[in-house]
């Protein structure tokens, strides 16, 4: 077993090292891998960024988006989170399940039970402390290499999490809207429900706590995090120094940045694998009601309509055709509308109020 403490806070960084070992030599035997990322949405391989996330509080807070590569929901985290990662070989068949229990959560619950937490592994793959839950995993394969990861909330800004982890299945639907001319009135618009199922997996919202309740007011994630690290390297077959001497070369560091620019920091792994999905909303401000609607297809905007009772004196679907093929995230969104006099179309409603009610 070789076990290694990345010191880099980059989501995609990270992700980027967890496939670089899983490609590499090293992982003929079991590897631990321990982490934390700076503020970070981090999305299932299946999910839709839009329909999982509130992307503008994800933007005000400054929080990375990244897409990792196995499935489940998406997690919000920071640096008060402990991420941990078991790269080991893997049979074509095996039970990947059994995996994921005894060789990935039953080490980690042993950890928590022994710092006097009252862990234990439960639902599909999360664990669970006080009824509340503090960790989630999920798994990837690579050739004969299985990866099983998850996060656990020590001292994680659950207000932060709240914030961005808000999804609203009224204002996103797993159908798409096909947005068609007319034909029989020229520059007039239609909305023809195309009945297109999506793959998107939504996240389900469970009651989740942060573990430092457990510990004294003098104990840091750092310290945490250490404590982990020592009683899952008791629990293992090896040398303790030898098993902690994992340590990237200039060399290695190379590929990991090759494999982090190439595909986790690279928009088009992040938003190029979304299916279609169709995002609605309604919200009614003093100068009338604006309703939204997109139709997003790997993240970007393929059509939009804006409608409501406002009082402006340009035709709203111009002001809709300046977001046609943005991609839904919010800096470009509201960089679109920047120079915009948002009022002449939609009335008294400004470009604030417009971008509230784009992304809700």
């Not at 891998?33 to 329909?51: D, F, I, P, S």
């Not at 999360?126 to 690579?142: E, F, L, M, N, R």
């Not at 299985?146 to 020590?154: D, F, N, P, R, V």
């Not at 002001?319 to 002449?344: F, I, K, P, Q, W």
Request: proline share 3%.
């Amino acid at each position: 077993m070789k076990f290694a403490v990345l010191d880099f806070t980059d989501a995609a960084s990270c992700f980027a090292a967890e496939e670089y070992l899983m490609r590499g030599p090293r992982a003929n035997a079991p590897v631990w891998m321990l982490w934390r990322v700076n503020k970070c949405a981090m999305l299932g391989r299946n999910q839709a960024a839009g329909a999982e996330l509130d992307l503008r509080a994800a933007d005000e807070l400054g929080a990375q988006i990244v897409r990792r590569p196995s499935g489940g929901g998406a997690i919000y985290t920071d640096l008060g989170t402990v991420q941990y990662s078991l790269i080991a070989p893997f049979d074509k068949g095996a039970d990947f399940m059994r995996m994921s229990r005894e060789a990935l959560a039953a080490p980690i619950v042993n950890a928590l039970k022994g710092m006097g937490v009252p862990a234990a592994h439960g639902g599909r793959n999360d664990i669970y402390a006080g009824g509340a839950k503090v960790s989630g995993t999920a798994q990837y394969v690579i050739g004969d290499r299985i990866c099983g990861h998850g996060s656990l909330l020590y001292d994680t800004d659950l207000a932060a999490l709240e914030k961005v982890l808000r999804p609203d299945a009224e204002k996103v639907k797993a159908k798409a809207i096909r947005f068609e001319n007319a034909g029989a009135q020229a520059g007039v618009s239609r909305l023809e429900d195309a009945n297109i199922q999506t793959r998107a997996l939504r996240s389900v919202n469970t009651g989740v706590a942060a573990l430092r309740q457990y510990f004294g007011a003098g104990h840091s994630v750092e310290a945490f995090m250490e404590a982990l690290m020592q009683s899952l390297l008791s629990g293992a077959d090896c040398d303790a120094a030898e098993a902690r001497g994992l340590v990237f070369s200039t060399a290695d560091l190379e590929n990991i940045k090759a494999i982090k620019d190439g595909k986790y920091a690279n928009p088009e792994w992040t938003y190029g694998r979304e299916p279609r999905y169709t995002y609605r909303n309604a919200m009614r401000f003093e100068g009338g009601k604006v309703e939204i609607l997109l139709d997003i297809k790997k993240g970007v905007i393929e059509g939009c309509k804006i409608f409501g009772d406002f009082l402006g004196v340009l035709p709203a679907e111009d002001l809709a055709g300046r977001l046609v093929s943005r991609r839904y995230a919010y800096d470009d969104v509201s960089g679109a509308l920047e120079s915009v006099g948002v009022t002449e179309y939609l009335g008294g409603i400004t470009r604030g109020q417009l971008l509230d009610c784009i992304f809700g």
